[in-house]
């Protein structure tokens, strides 16, 4: 683009390129410009503030901690980790109809997803279904590489060994009997997650796949044991695991474990009182952590959000504002000038 | 007692010896004992720097030896050694290709001299070898060979002339490829050499090579059989250089002396040392700031990281086992690791790409100067010559220009204007065209309409026509085939007799100085004309239409230190005598007092009224007078050391007791424009300072009539005629007058520190300052008991509170010393020399910017400079124009990459303390390559190419707004905090704005989660789109380029991502992006907080440039119609209101 022929006659060539004299637009903001233009820019980030305000207060959130800290929750004889296969169960009572779809989440806090040693131990070649590093697992998983026989792990690394294994089953108390509430535990996971970048080797049955191999060292049962009902989430593209092997970007994060979609609750979650049962087995103390469960719905934007919409409506303003002393300094200077 | 003195000579070790004695065609000479053939080097041209083999070692030595380069190869194998959060490749491939470009290109460089060189080395010569013509390579010669060179060759090495084909023992030489200069110059044969050349049996003595053209001493000694050698001298007369063409004659015959890298020419060619610009520098200040943030960033993770693991069930959490390899590690060890991977995951912040940028930027920039065809001159079809693209932005902080006057102020266009002869003036009419045909105006003087006698004025203009080493330029419309073309036009001139247009008619004399031609022209004038030189007759026609001959017996070189040059000639009748001329202040010493009362007068009329004056004095010489002359000035040219002490002794001793006979006035014209070009550039804030050899009065009154002096501006000289003072020491009244000038124009004046307000101050009184040679050395070298340094610091200050300085009767040395203490002065301001002769090549080379005119005086200035131009007027676009615009945007384009990688960077660092402190990167591997290759970098280089903040004719026509970035303004502390703290608001921006946003991570409408490389790409999309628009609101300038690349580079951003994140990539085993991207986008709330943050990172911004808006915008927009102020109502406000001004100029520096 640049390199014409320098000199072909002495004469500079006379193009406007090389003179510089390209046709160039020269904006200028001016005041005339810019004040209406903030004033626009302001009310329609207020506007899409209020909005996203609205959207985000319309949202019911219900969010319940069961690390069981504290002696009187239910859960506080689980909380010790040579304890396994304890169940607690947690009580809440809606007084209102919580609109559905409704989502249910768990969440861990002080939880680094986000290291990099932990979020590169895994083999994303085993994950889509390569045999070949079932048998010859990435040096990156250790130390989930090999268990203490120099038997393969998979899948393995400290990611999937970690996978979060507490279960939970929701009842609502109807005239005293326990009502399951159906959870859908599918379209959790990421589409392309399920669908394209997580590959069960193409064995059948499943099983064979993994022979010679170990499960990780923390599940109570292999891979190709995760779902056995249902082949299409068993394995690699379980979406219980596909959502852990997600890695959380903070260390207090939440996934998705299931949606309340089917039956009488597909629109949501009628007022009365519910206990819900869980399996007590991820261990989070021994690093200050927490678990909670969370209940919520969802709009437009996503789930609950105040942020969103609060920094819209000042940022908004904030224009506004500065349009408004734009426009008292734009008085004060520039009038005089047109004398 | 010579033979003795040989002896001594020959007895003593060669290499310790400053003289090297050659053996003429190798033959052993009687007079030595034992022929040791000597050790030179071979006539190998090796301008080339590498070979095959050293090529890649070498080259890769030498790029690494740059620091910047060395420390991104640290980073490089720390990546490699350490267990890095980014693979090598990131920071690997950008190294890799800058080394690469670079190693291409200086590979090519070498490969195009090795190709010149082997073209100069292989050319085939012939050489006499006992007594037979071999034809060998030119590489092959050896000193000592004798070489045969015919007509329109080069000179293969540096030759002695032994014989020439022309009949007066003469050749005519180019030196057009060495020194520029185009006439031809004539070489003498070695006086008494046998024609045999076979036969001879010669050694020649003479100095070891060194560069300098034009100096040359040594001695032949001749061995005739048993007989006492004949010495004869050579000078640079008898040498024919490398490089230099032979011309007019059909062939000469030389013995090689210097060959190889020994020549002159290729001494002359090594060292030209390379200059820094001031924006270098603060790029480098810059980084060192970046490079401690960079330290202080990896130094506070490493440390949190420790702290943070002390705290229980951090260290070690069980989902996060560590290998046992962990485990053993050293903890120091690990520390050390841990800080070397912070390292490297930030050290993006100082990217490779800047410098490949820059680099590129001034080497595309550098072509718009050569491309700008207002420098195009059609005179000699030539425009500006860019022969260093380092100091374009320099051309824009220019603070002192030095300014040579002759040829570069005025034209060098001398025009004979009149004389004086015995005190009556004559002043030329076009109209009279008699053979007496000059006609006496008055002068002021009483003298009314007299003449001097005939034979004073007929002595007056024969010393015009002899007194000079002009050449008559030999016929050119004869045919080119005249292979004895020479011979031919002697003849010709011999028959000119009588006729009415002599071959020396308009233009056909060739000379170094154009006074001399001024002179002989206006001696023809007044009829009597120079007709050339016959061997070593020189003649002349009168006016009676006779040809006088003279024979030329020596010629006494002007040099800058005499200031005069003579000739002693011997005339029909057999009278010797000695005809000078010089400057008057060189002459009135050595005649008579009673004849220089009677023409000082006129002398110094001429000079006030711009002319340059010379005296001609002559003297009868008796015979024992030429005699001892004779003797001393061959004895001088004889000897091998001390030969210039010896000559000028000789001279001085000569040159007395003359009779003045008269003076002339030869009028230099002002360049076209060059009052307009001063003002400018004063205007524009720079000093001018004048440094010229001329003398005083001249050189005062070209200051006038330049305007650089006004009728207001009071002079303070400080000369040796100031300096004379009844009874006193010269230095007691130097001191005197330093402390007085120093109290009038320093203490005295109102405290404005130069540089902003200098020109409004019009109530400020102006001064300016004279100081000449004399007096200058006298300053800055005083004797130790009168502090000198005391002097000199007051002389500076001074010179820098005058708007101009002017220094006359400088030597070529002298200029340079005065840029050089300029230069190193306090607040070192940036210096710019301009001039076009070999006399101003010194200063060229000292001041930051050298700018050669291609003027009259050789191409020596126009080699040595940085920038050279065809005219001084020129220069305005130059500095004011271009010069701004560089600087401009390569400061923007140096505070932009330092911005746009510190809010890269500032978000991964802050993500360090949300993952652990474990080095896990923000941004995909492929975003932190790319962005400083692919997503940013376009933009940036389009706009540092083609931004015009200001337009190019408002800068030309507004001098002020130079200042505006005078003093490196842009590049300052000031603007660089300002940069630096908008990129750590927008990144804490970047990185807070999405870390709320996730506080719930489902963000999506069917309550899916995002995870970390979500995270990471949308504050990387953020980034990238603030970064780029931000460069959009600096741009003023929009061309369709500039549209192209920033909406382009946005494009491609998008189709990138879209593609990188779109197919799983074979070969790669992290597919943490796959469909990251489009995530993001289905998700509305990844939308909105994208356009929240950008427009909030650019809010402060977009108010900046609105608030300073009301204030006064037109006058750095407005077009040239609204300069003119016709029939706007809206008119510009210019210096009106330099509070406004100033207030906004102060705004931009930070904005731009």
């Not at chain 1, 789930?303 to 734009?330: E, H, P």
């Not at chain 2, 991104?72 to 990546?79: A, D, E, G, P, T």
């Not at chain 2, 001429?606 to 010489?621: D, P």
Request: glycine fraction near 6%; charge should be neutral.
């Amino acid at each position: 683009m640049m390199k014409e022929e320098l000199e072909t006659t002495n004469r500079p060539d006379n193009t406007a390129f090389t003179q510089q004299r390209l046709p160039a637009w020269q904006p200028m903001l001016s005041a005339g410009i810019v004040i209406p233009g903030f004033v626009l820019i302001g009310l329609a980030f207020i506007g899409i503030g209020v909005g996203l305000f609205i959207t985000s207060q319309n949202i019911t959130v219900l969010e319940k901690d069961y690390t069981g800290v504290e002696t009187t929750s239910d859960c506080y004889k689980c909380s010790n980790p040579s304890d396994k296969n304890c169940t607690c169960k947690l009580e809440f009572s809606l007084s209102n109809l919580f609109e559905g779809p409704v989502f249910f989440y768990y969440g861990l806090s002080n939880y680094f997803q986000s290291q990099r040693s932990y979020g590169a131990s895994k083999d994303e070649y085993q994950l889509s279904g390569d045999l070949d590093y079932f048998k010859t697992p990435v040096s990156a998983c250790s130390p989930y590489q090999y268990d203490a026989n120099q038997k393969p792990i998979v899948p393995c690394g400290s990611l999937a060994n970690s996978m979060f294994n507490d279960t939970f089953k929701l009842y609502q108390i109807v005239n005293g009997t326990k009502k399951l509430v159906p959870f859908d535990g599918k379209g959790i996971a990421w589409w392309t997650d399920y669908n394209i970048k997580y590959r069960n080797p193409s064995v059948t049955p499943l099983k064979n796949a993994f022979n010679g191999t170990v499960k990780p060292s923390f599940w109570s049962k292999p891979a190709y044991e995760l779902d056995t009902s249902d082949p299409s989430n068993n394995g690699f593209v379980n979406q219980d695991f596909l959502v852990w092997m997600r890695r959380a970007a903070l260390p207090d994060f939440r996934k998705l474990y299931r949606r309340i979609t089917e039956g009488d609750y597909a629109s949501g979650l009628p007022a009365g009182n519910y206990s819900l049962e869980i399996a007590y087995n991820y261990p989070v103390l021994s690093f200050g952590g927490r678990k909670k469960v969370v209940f919520s719905n969802v709009s437009w934007m996503g789930g609950k959000n105040q942020f969103l919409g609060i920094a819209y409506l000042v940022v908004g303003s904030l224009c506004v504002v500065m349009s408004m002393v734009m426009l008292i300094v734009y008085a004060k200077f520039k009038f005089p000038e047109d004398d | 007692m010579l033979r003795r003195r040989l002896n001594r000579l020959f007895g003593r070790d060669e290499r310790k010896v400053d003289s090297r004695t050659i053996y003429v065609g190798h033959r052993p000479c009687p007079a030595t004992e034992a022929l040791i053939p000597p050790k030179f080097c071979d006539n190998r041209i090796v301008s080339s720097k590498y070979t095959v083999w050293n090529f890649l070692p070498k080259n890769l030595f030498e790029q690494f030896r740059r620091i910047a380069n060395f420390y991104f190869l640290i980073i490089f194998l720390v990546q490699v050694i350490v267990d890095t959060p980014t693979s090598p490749v990131t920071s690997g491939l950008p190294l890799f290709f800058v080394i690469t470009v670079t190693a291409i290109k200086q590979g090519y460089e070498d490969w195009l001299r090795h190709k010149a060189d082997n073209e100069v080395n292989k050319y085939l010569v012939t050489v006499l070898e006992d007594g037979r013509r071999a034809c060998k390579e030119s590489e092959k010669i050896k000193v000592g060979d004798v070489v045969e060179v015919v007509e329109d060759e080069t000179f293969p090495c540096d030759l002695i002339l032994l014989q020439s084909s022309r009949e007066d023992e003469t050749c005519f030489v180019t030196t057009a490829s060495l020194d520029g200069e185009s006439n031809h110059k004539t070489h003498y044969t070695v006086p008494d050499t046998e024609r045999n050349l076979e036969s001879l049996s010669a050694t020649i003595e003479c100095e070891q090579p060194q560069p300098d053209l034009y100096k040359f001493v040594g001695r032949m000694h001749i061995y005739r059989n048993n007989q006492e050698p004949a010495v004869r001298s050579l000078g640079p007369e008898n040498l024919l250089l490398k490089g230099a063409t032979l011309k007019n004659t059909q062939k000469i015959y030389g013995v090689a002396v210097y060959s190889g890298m020994e020549t002159k020419m290729a001494l002359n060619y090594q060292g030209k040392s390379q200059k820094r610009s001031a924006v270098e520098k603060s790029i480098n200040a810059f980084l060192l700031v970046y490079l401690c943030i960079l330290v202080s960033k990896a130094l506070v993770c490493t440390t949190l990281k420790y702290v943070w693991q002390n705290r229980p069930g951090q260290d070690e959490p069980w989902y996060n086992q560590k290998t046992q390899k962990e485990k053993d590690a050293n903890l120091y060890l690990k520390m050390f690791t841990d800080f070397l991977s912070f390292m490297v995951l930030f050290n993006f912040i100082i990217p490779v790409s800047m410098y490949v940028t820059v680099e590129m930027q001034k080497f595309l920039g550098s072509f718009f100067i050569s491309w700008d065809k207002d420098f195009f001159d059609p005179e000699i079809q030539e425009g500006a010559l860019v022969n260093t693209s380092d100091l374009n932005e320099e051309l824009g902080q220019v603070e002192y220009v030095f300014t040579d006057k002759t040829g570069t102020l005025t034209q060098n266009n001398m025009e004979f204007i009149e004389c004086c002869i015995d005190g009556f003036q004559y002043k030329y009419a076009d109209s009279g065209t008699e053979l007496d045909g000059f006609c006496v105006t008055d002068g002021p003087v009483n003298i009314l309409q007299q003449k001097a006698g005939r034979e004073k004025e007929e002595l007056f203009l024969r010393a015009l026509c002899l007194c000079h080493t002009v050449q008559v330029k030999e016929a050119t419309g004869q045919g080119d085939g005249v292979a004895d073309g020479v011979e031919d036009q002697v003849d010709g001139v011999m028959g000119l007799d009588g006729e009415t247009v002599g071959p020396a008619d308009l233009g056909g004399f060739i000379a170094s100085s154009p006074d001399e031609v001024a002179l002989v022209k206006g001696a023809m004038k007044y009829g009597f004309k120079f007709l050339g030189m016959e061997s070593k007759n020189m003649r002349v026609m009168n006016r009676n239409n006779d040809v006088e001959t003279y024979e030329l017996l020596h010629v006494l070189n002007f040099d800058p230190v005499r200031r005069r040059m003579s000739v002693i000639v011997r005339t029909k009748s057999g009278d010797t005598m000695l005809f000078c001329k010089g400057a008057d202040s060189s002459i009135f010493p050595r005649v008579r007092q009673e004849e220089v009362d009677r023409i000082r007068m006129h002398v110094e009329r001429n000079a006030t009224e711009g002319y340059r004056t010379l005296c001609v004095a002559y003297k009868l010489l008796s015979r024992e007078e030429y005699d001892q002359a004779d003797t001393g000035l061959r004895e001088a040219k004889l000897a091998l050391q001390d030969r210039e002490e010896k000559l000028m002794a000789v001279y001085n001793q000569v040159e007395t007791g003359m009779s003045l006979i008269g003076a002339t006035a030869v009028e230099d014209r002002l360049q076209e424009e060059a009052a307009e070009t001063m003002e400018a550039l004063q205007g524009a804030g720079m000093k001018v300072w004048v440094l010229t050899g001329d003398k005083m009065e001249t050189a005062k009154s070209t200051c006038y009539a330049c305007r650089l002096f006004q009728r207001s501006t009071e002079l303070l000289e400080l000369t040796v005629r100031t300096l004379v003072d009844l009874g006193r020491k010269r230095e007691e009244r130097l001191h005197e007058l330093l402390l007085d000038y120093h109290k009038r124009a320093v203490q005295d004046a109102p405290p404005i520190k130069a540089g902003v307000t200098r020109s409004w101050s019009s109530a400020n009184q102006d001064y300016g300052f004279i100081i000449d040679g004399a007096t200058l050395s006298l300053v800055l070298n005083s004797s130790p008991e009168s502090n000198s340094s005391c002097y000199k610091s007051l002389f500076l200050q001074i010179c820098q509170n005058c708007t101009t300085v002017l220094c006359c009767r400088m030597a070529p040395l002298q200029k340079a010393q005065i840029v050089k203490m300029v230069k190193n002065c306090k607040g070192s301001p940036i210096t710019l020399s301009i001039g076009d002769g070999a006399n101003d090549v010194s200063m060229i080379l000292e001041a930051h910017v050298g700018i050669g005119i291609k003027g009259r005086e050789g191409r020596q200035a126009v080699r040595n400079s940085d920038y050279a131009i065809p005219k001084l007027k020129h220069l305005k676009k130059l500095l004011l124009g271009h010069g701004h615009l560089y600087y401009v945007r390569i400061a923007h384009l140096v505070q932009y990459f330092f911005y746009k990688n510190l809010c890269f960077i500032l978000p991964q660092f802050l993500y360090q303390f949300f993952c652990g402190y474990s080095q896990q990167p923000l941004y995909d591997a492929a975003y932190l390559t790319m962005y400083n290759i692919c997503f940013t970098s376009m933009p940036i280089l389009a706009n540092s190419l083609l931004e015009q903040h200001i337009c190019m004719e408002v800068l030309m026509d507004n001098a002020a707004l130079y200042r505006d970035v005078a003093k490196n303004a842009m590049l300052g502390w000031g603007p660089f905090l300002y940069w630096t703290l908008l990129g750590v608001y927008q990144g804490l921006l970047f990185f807070f704005g999405v870390r709320f946003l996730f506080s719930n991570p489902a963000l999506q409408d069917n309550g899916q989660v995002f995870g970390n490389w979500s995270y990471g790409t949308i504050v990387f999309t953020v980034l990238v789109f603030t970064v780029t628009l931000k460069l959009a609101m600096d741009t003023r300038h929009w061309t369709w380029i500039n549209h192209f690349v920033i909406w382009g580079s946005l494009a491609f951003y998008m189709f990138f991502s879209f593609f990188w994140g779109g197919i799983i990539w074979p070969f790669l085993r992290q597919q943490r992006l796959y469909f990251v991207f489009a995530n993001m986008l289905s998700s509305v709330s990844a939308w909105l907080i994208i356009i929240l943050l950008i427009l909030l990172s650019l809010l402060p911004e977009i108010l900046l440039l609105v608030l300073r808006k009301p204030r006064g915008p037109h006058s750095r927009q407005k077009k040239p119609v609204v300069q003119s102020g016709v029939g706007e109502t809206q008119s510009p406000r210019s210096s009106a209101r330099p509070l406004l001004m100033k207030t906004f100029s102060d705004e931009s520096n930070t904005i731009l």
